[in-house]
């Protein structure tokens, strides 16, 4: 009977101890453990060439598509007649777009710089249409240039008009996609290169994307975050620039947020998506939408705020970036050779209603016009995004120029485009494993050890008591007198003796 009253002692014992082990463990993962994934996180979002995500950074491992949507002009004789235009979407036009970063150089104030080169393949199985295909658009360098000149002398206006006719320029075109995209050559173009070489910046073929392909975007600057992580991504400079100079104020001037690829980590809510855009010429504000899911990962959707392209009398703010026309529409012409040129979103969505009803075919919608970004709110690295973007043409009548006929003003859709990509194949299964399925498991294990070190100290106690009512149950069962003594003297002796080796087991199944 005493080396039972042994063997329990020892069992109880060894529950407490692994109980308490197991406590003391999943109390110190609980404490210990974000502040570990918080310091593997900043060790490996910044741009440093022995972090994680410096190969996603330098190399975009994620498949961009620029998908373009132009407007076709169905009623052109109509239109110079001084009817309402008529158009018709065309398109998905896809296009593959590379994406690599050249000439990194790091800096001694804790900033990279570098350039970002694409370059675009169409993809015919992706497109709805081929390169091939002809579209009838306004013709940009005559309507451009038409309403460019109105403010000039009417002698200086004739005179144009005898420029365009004798080189068989009209007021709209029927151009391939292919040429709308990456350029046709151009009599009007040639001429003014000749003539006043300063006056153009395009030397040979005109095309809208034609200065994309193969190109940058300009010198970035960027924070590392090396030294000082509350800066990381942040840039610092473009094209050696604090701020820029194509609009009339400072604060619309401002270059903020990142270049618009990776955002600080450990998001929150009220956190929004600041960046700089070198094609819109501006920084842009994005704000928090809604939580979501992406392939198991959880996110943060952002979209648009109504006010990204409010003119000046719906939100101040924006009132640098006038003159202004309706609201939703941002004039680009002081960075784009003060072509009358227009950025929406696509079909006008979110812009004044009288800009859908001048022009007959827009339907737009938020489904299918909004633009979002799905950002990893731990890393601020982007898992799906979809930029879309419109642009348009300001057209009107201009006294003296013939070829713009009776023209009624109107902001005339050209093409509007879409930028999407999205986290796929093994990038975004060693994103999963390492950035979201360790970090659950190590959140969970923090909480069953502790469970575990619970339950196995309350098994102990429940033992310890069981086994010491059993021995008073013998006391109590045995004779009086003198006997009475000795059965207490065994129980105490039995519950001060060690047990055997071997006989923890043993007991347990008793």
Known sequence: MGSSRARTLWGTAALSFTGVLCAVLGAVMIVEVPSIIRQQVHKNVRIDPSS???????EIPVPFYLSVYFFDIVNPREILEGKRPQVRERGPYVYREFRHKANITFNDNDTVSFLEYRSFQFQPDKSGGL???????????????AVMMESKPMALRLLMTLAFSTLGERAFMNRTVGEIMWGYEDPLVHLINKYLPDMFPVKGKFGLFAGLNNSHSGLFTVFTGIKDFSRIHLVDKWNGLSKVNFWHSDQCNMINGTSGQMW???MTPETSLEFYSPEACRS????????????????YRFKAPETLFANGSTYPPNEGFCPCLESGIQNVST????????????????????LVQAVLGLHPNEK????????????????????????????????????????KPVVLPLLWFEERGAMEGDTLQTFYTQLVLLPKVLHYAQYVLLALGCVLLLAS??????????????????????????AMQACSESLMTPAPKGTVLQEARL
């Not at 994680?52 to 330098?58: A, P, R, T, V, Y």
């Not at 390169?131 to 240039?145: H, Q, R, T, W």
């Not at 960075?335 to 009288?354: G, I, K, Q, T, W």
Request: charged share 15%; net charge neutral.
């Open 52 to 58: 994680l995500s410096f190969g996603m950074w330098k």
């Open 131 to 145: 390169e091939s295909d002809y579209i009838v658009m306004p013709n940009i360098l005559v309507l451009g240039a």
């Open 264 to 266: 600080a980590p450990f």
């Open 284 to 299: 842009m504000t994005l704000v928090f939408q809604k939580e979501d899911v992406f392939e198991g990962i959880p996110t």
């Open 335 to 354: 960075c784009r050779f003060s072509a009358p040129l227009f950025l929406s979103h696509p079909h006008f969505y979110n812009a004044d209603p009288v």
């Open 368 to 407: 299918e016009h909004s633009l979002f970004l799905d950002i990893h709110p731990v890393t601020g690295i982007p898992m799906n995004c979809s930029v879309k973007l419109q642009l348009s043409l300001y057209i009107k009548a201009v006294p003296g120029i013939g070829q713009t006929g009776q023209i």
């Open 461 to 486: 106690i429940v033992y310890l008591v069981r086994s010491q009512e059993r021995c008073f149950c013998f006391w109590n069962s045995t004779k009086k007198g003198a006997k009475d003594q000795e």
